[in-house]
């Protein structure tokens, strides 16, 4: 932001702002006599139908552009600061922290916590609460953005004090309060720690949380991720199979009683669990319509059924290539299976399946999402890669061709002397990259 305005930093060509003839560089001041804060302040006011926009040109001029549009037509403005503020920052200490987990050295961007509801509301970011002011709280039932989603970690307020590290987070959950009556949509996320929020406390966050029940859309519980970086932090314990037996018993009693009452599971299980307790992924209907898919519910089976739907229509050839694939251990005895599955049906194809333990970080870290450039290149390097290496794009920075470690797609490339393919998370995309269509 200048000292007045947001710059723009991008014009959408044929959108209502091209047709206005403005151009990055120039800043929006105001909305309908409203100076513009933040991202909420632009969200709501730029869906009116008529709109009275201040812009300063880089020349000092100031314009007044009128426009008359449908409700949530977009102007097509991009803003250099996506939150159009400064980011706010997490100023807990939670016991569960990843980024607390990570090694010195990697870039500073992944050293940011951010602890901010317009990121909740634009990026699906889950937030503590803590660090909402009232003015936060009254411009999100004001401008009724939602959904926003919530780290509750325990409806225990002297323990969720505990668990962050934070004398206020007991008294944060009552801001929740404030949402369901202003009938704001949420959802939630319990990150489960072994003898400290599960068992009898998870229990009671479950049955604390129904009560915002329909406006709390859904809340998942996921496991604590442990890297190898904890020295000196909380002593946390990884899930055995049998602790992962019992969160899901727990889990489904509460599904069961809370479909009877309510006609929805509310309460959902990340994968990590069925994989780690080594039992069957309930079917579709259970996920509620994939609410909380971002955070590793329910991603298995939509990939298994995409992957049904779509390989019920193919039919068998004589294509003949050699590719490889490169999974994470929680995924890959599912992607192997689909893999075996697309051999059967074009036998001249081979699709070699490497499984990469997570050196990096550690072998506790189990998902292909935070798998590391060097990682790959260290466990593929004596394979047999085929003409093509293809990786899930979670692996990769969101909007760039870079790892988590820095390595780029290129030195992978280079490296392995392999072209990478990056295939996107459907069944249908998994599919058509695996036979080459």
Not at 26 to 45: G, H, P, R, S, T
Not at 251 to 275: P, S
Not at 326 to 345: D, F, P, Q
Not at 409 to 419: A, D, M, P, S, Y
Request: aromatic letters at 10%; proline letters at 3%; a negative charge.
């Amino acid at each position: 932001m200048r000292k007045k305005g947001h710059v723009i930093s991008k014009i959408v060509p044929g959108s209502i702002a091209d047709e206005l003839e403005l151009v990055p560089g120039d800043c929006l001041i105001a909305i309908n006599n409203k100076e513009i804060e933040d991202v909420f302040d632009y969200q709501f006011l730029a869906e009116e139908e008529y709109l009275v926009l201040l812009i300063g040109k880089e020349n000092g001029e100031e314009w007044e552009l009128e426009i008359e549009k449908d409700f949530d037509d977009e102007i097509g403005i991009e803003f250099e600061n996506g939150l159009m503020d400064d980011y706010k920052s997490c100023h807990n200490k939670c016991i569960f922290c990843f980024i607390d987990q990570m090694p010195e050295g990697m870039r500073k961007t992944l050293y940011f916590k951010d602890d901010d509801s317009r990121l909740s509301f634009l990026q699906g970011n889950y937030i503590t609460l803590t660090n909402m002011s009232e003015k936060d709280i009254n411009r999100i039932i004001e401008y009724k953005m939602s959904p926003i989603n919530i780290s509750f970690q325990t409806t225990n307020p002297k323990l969720r004090c505990e668990m962050l590290h934070n004398r206020f987070a007991g008294d944060a959950l009552k801001k929740v309060d404030r949402f369901y009556e202003a009938g704001i949509e949420m959802n939630g996320q319990i990150v489960l720690c072994k003898g400290i929020n599960d068992g009898k406390e998870l229990e009671r966050s479950i049955q604390d949380m129904s009560q915002y029940i329909p406006h709390l859309k859904s809340v998942s519980i996921v496991p604590v991720g442990l890297t190898k970086f904890r020295e000196g932090l909380w002593p946390l314990e990884p899930f055995s199979k049998e602790d992962s037996k019992e969160v899901l018993a727990i889990i489904h009693k509460w599904q069961k009683k809370l479909f009877k009452k309510y006609g929805t599971h509310f309460i959902h299980a990340g994968d990590e669990w069925y994989i780690m307790a080594n039992e069957k992924l309930p079917e579709a209907d259970n996920y509620d319509g994939y609410l909380q898919l971002e955070n590793g519910v329910g991603m298995v089976r939509l990939l298994l059924d995409e992957f049904e739907e779509e390989y019920s229509q193919l039919n068998s050839d004589n294509r003949e290539h050699m590719i490889s694939i490169a999974t994470g251990v929680s995924a890959y005895s599912y992607i192997k299976k689909m893999a075996i599955r697309l051999e059967e049906k074009f036998p001249k194809m081979t699709v070699h399946v490497y499984q990469i333990i997570n050196n990096f970080f550690g072998s506790m870290i189990t998902v292909s999402g935070l798998l590391t450039g060097q990682d790959l290149i260290e466990q593929l390097k004596d394979k047999e890669l085929g003409e093509k290496l293809l990786l899930p794009c979670n692996i990769l920075r969101s909007g760039e061709d870079v790892f988590l470690d820095d390595i780029t797609l290129f030195e992978l490339e280079t490296t392995l002397q392999v072209k990478v393919d990056i295939v996107k998370s459907s069944g249908r995309d998994f599919i058509n990259s695996v036979i080459q269509d």
